[in-house]
Nanobody, 125 residues
Framework: VQLQASGGGLVQAGGSLRLSCVAS????????MGWFRQAPGKGREFVAA????????FYEDSVKGRFTVSRDNAANTVYLQMNSLKPEDTAVYYC???????????????????WGQGTQVTVSS
């Protein structure tokens, strides 16, 4: 599986961006898709995930109510709609995929087998 993330950019605080991640390969609908981010000088952080086959969504507490993860299985694409952006959301955002994650593992980056290249999101104050 190859992942290609896009949609990052520079936005003012309070603005919105939508990230996309296109996956290659079969059986996309069965994959758990995750979004992670890494700010300068910090470790990788879980942001959101959506399980395959209608298994539900998961969010990091600081983005709940502002970010929405969704998927279009026909297009092999997962989205991260980011609203009410804050300067602390500035980071490189990565999408990740795995076919065999259980719900208790979706927040753990090391559990994902496949990673995209990252897209920069910068939120100015």
């Amino acid at each position: 599986v190859q992942l290609q993330a896009s949609g990052g950019g520079l936005v003012q605080a309070g603005g919105s961006l939508r990230l996309s991640c296109v996956a290659s390969g079969p059986a996309f609908r069965s994959y758990t898709m995750g979004w992670f981010r890494q700010a300068p000088g910090k470790g990788r952080e879980f942001v959101a995930a959506i399980k395959g086959n209608g298994g539900g969504t998961f969010y990091e507490d600081s983005v709940k109510g502002r970010f929405t993860v969704s998927r279009d299985n026909a297009a092999n694409t997962v989205y991260l709609q980011m609203n009410s952006l804050k300067p602390e959301d500035t980071a490189v955002y990565y999408c990740a995929a795995d076919r065999h994650l259980i719900s208790s593992s979706v927040r753990i980056g090391q559990q994902y087998d496949y990673w995209g290249q990252g897209t920069q999101v910068t939120v100015s104050s």
